[in-house]
Nanobody, 127 residues
Framework: QVQLVESGGGLVQAGGSLRLSCAAS????????MAWFRQARGKEREFVAA????????FYGDSVKGRVTISRDVAKNTLYLQMNMLNPEDTAVYYC????????????????????WGQGIQVTVSS
């Protein structure tokens, strides 16, 4: 059984940077794509970024475009999210997700696309 485990979260001052990691563990891991979502308190889950696993096509949410970079290490089965110029509005629980099948179509922005999820990790940006 595959598990997704996030790490790298924490408290950072506004203007700072963080790099989140998501390690996929299990006997066999393969994915069509992986993504990061976030959910702030009292708000709906929001798409942050996604990447196709083999070809590394990337997608970004409008609220983070230009400030974050998604990347992956296929050999390590690990997904990353480099976040720069953080502001208090970035405070949220960040979730890693994977589309582990080979879908007929792929819409990266919807959480419904993904069938595997991590437990989430808190990112807090202080002003």
């Amino acid at each position: 059984q595959v598990q997704l485990v996030e790490s790298g979260g924490g408290l950072v001052q506004a203007g700072g940077s963080l790099r989140l990691s998501c390690a996929a563990s299990g006997r066999t891991f393969s994915a069509y794509a992986m993504a990061w979502f976030r959910q702030a308190r009292g708000k709906e889950r929001e798409f942050v970024a996604a990447t196709t696993w083999r070809s590394a096509y990337t997608f970004y949410g409008d609220s983070v475009k230009g400030r974050v970079t998604i990347s992956r290490d296929v050999a390590k089965n690990t997904l990353y999210l480099q976040m720069n110029m953080l502001n208090p509005e970035d405070t949220a629980v960040y979730y890693c997700a994977a589309e582990s099948t080979q879908p007929g179509s792929y819409y990266p922005y919807s959480s419904d696309q993904y069938d595997l999820w991590g437990q989430g990790i808190q990112v807090t940006v202080s002003s």
